[in-house]
């Protein structure tokens, strides 16, 4: 929490306890963890706010000794020991055990002071070194390759701005300069896209000005994110935009929408749903040869029949319908409605069905591919009372064009009309 100024500090505790914030909001306002922020919340609760004016401690070999020991021995919490000892964070305490134990179970004290001169010529000459040898120099070559490349992809290559921000971060990665990285970039054997060092530095300077000219706009965006977040889900660009146009803000969506990304502030996508589709795989022997052709109707009753099983989504349930329709005057046969598209369903839709007729020789009964009407039962109940059984193509919608289109009449009628309830 050394990051954080006391005005921010007392900002959070003020937020958690008046305005009732909790640690998911919080921590995404100021950057910090969540654990950091219940932490200073509780801290400022046992000690006051007079712990926010306490100064840099040196804290002694023994101090460090006796904290260690109550969680090590005495099987405290480290959260505990460290709130009551008063330290600025529970990492501190973590740090110290895990030094204790690196070091042999020992306390180590970091000498003050800087290091001599001696020291930092070491230093220097040990880092020239490793700079220079032909294993480093390869290293680095293969990273920044990796880097550059995982940006671009085989039909776009990575624009220039992209390949700024690869370098920044791999300066901080490889612990090269911007000079090093660039002439390995630029090398004329690779066939990556080039980038010059005032064209590094520009970019980098058109990024901080954008971080100037929207400051005021950036922490609005990320007020706004949070806010709606915490209440309903996480917006998109244009919601964010149309909050700013009625707060007054004079100001694109589009620019609204390259803050966002660079901000990292994603909004929620809805994922489509998946429709019902009983086709599971063919098995061999079951598939039945398309007897309709695309042509649906018939001039007399129990001449040409269609079914298939539709899918109703009614929020708290699914229902399943599995109707018979007849070819001739779109009558309904019979019907069956479940909570689950089984076996049973489609064999009490047929005996519905041959209850109410009883010669059906000759019929013609088109369906799909799906799993139930591959199944031998179904398919024996229909041989035995001298029905044809027909299946139309698999992925080809048009060989079910009555079906579909029946169904879809239905479902705009009975079930998507405005002010009307689906009759089950």
């Not at 990575?158 to 970039?185: H, Y």
């Not at 061999?284 to 539709?310: C, H, Q, S, V």
């Not at 009883?358 to 139930?372: E, K």
Request: glycine share 6%.
């Amino acid at each position: 929490m050394s990051k954080l100024t006391k005005k921010d500090k007392l900002n959070i505790y003020k937020e958690w306890t008046i305005e009732n914030k909790r640690s998911t909001y919080l921590s995404k306002k100021y950057g910090i963890g969540s654990v950091s922020i219940k932490y200073l919340v509780s801290l400022i609760h046992k000690h006051g706010m007079d712990i926010l004016d306490k100064p840099h401690t040196y804290y002694s070999a023994q101090f460090k000794l006796e904290a260690i020991n109550r969680v090590l021995v005495n099987h405290e919490a480290a959260y505990s020991v460290s709130l009551e000892l008063g330290l600025k964070s529970q990492g501190m305490l973590i740090n110290w055990i895990r030094s204790y134990k690196e070091n042999g179970y020992n306390v180590v004290i970091k000498r003050k002071g800087r290091r001599t001169r001696e020291q930092r010529t070491r230093e220097i000459e040990e880092r020239k070194r490793r700079i220079a040898s032909p294993e480093f120099k390869a290293y680095c070559r293969e990273r920044i390759y990796k880097k550059i490349e995982c940006l671009g992809s085989k039909e776009k290559k990575p624009t220039k701005t992209e390949i700024a921000q690869a370098v920044r971060e791999l300066r901080l990665e490889l612990g090269l300069g911007v000079k090093t990285i660039l002439s390995i970039l630029n090398d004329p054997n690779n066939d990556l896209p080039g980038l010059s060092r005032s064209n590094y530095y520009d970019i980098l300077k058109r990024e901080d000005q954008d971080e100037i000219r929207h400051h005021s706009l950036i922490k609005r965006i990320k007020e706004i994110f949070f806010e709606l977040k915490d209440r309903y889900t996480a917006p998109g660009y244009r919601t964010i935009t149309d909050h700013l146009h009625s707060e007054g803000f004079i100001i694109n969506r589009k620019t609204v929408y390259r803050l966002m990304r660079k901000l990292n502030l994603i909004g929620y996508r809805m994922k489509r749903r998946r429709r019902y589709n009983s086709f599971e795989g063919e098995i061999e022997g079951r598939i039945k040869p398309n007897l309709i052709k695309r042509n649906f109707f018939a001039i007399r009753p129990n001449m040409k029949w269609y079914t298939d099983i539709t899918e109703f989504n009614l929020r708290e349930q699914k229902l399943y319908l599995s109707p018979i329709i007849d070819g001739c005057g779109r009558d309904i046969v019979a019907y069956n409605i479940s909570r689950s598209p089984n076996l049973q369903q489609v064999m009490t839709m047929l005996d519905d069905a041959f209850k109410v007729n009883d010669s059906l020789n000759g019929l013609v009964f088109h369906s799909d591919r799906g799993w139930q009407y591959q199944h031998k039962t179904y398919q024996y109940e229909l041989a035995r009372r001298g029905i044809e059984q027909s299946m139309s193509r698999k992925a080809v919608l048009q060989t079910m064009g009555l079906w579909k289109a029946s169904l879809a009449y239905l479902k705009e009628r009975c079930f998507m009309a405005k002010n009307q309830t689906m009759p089950i």
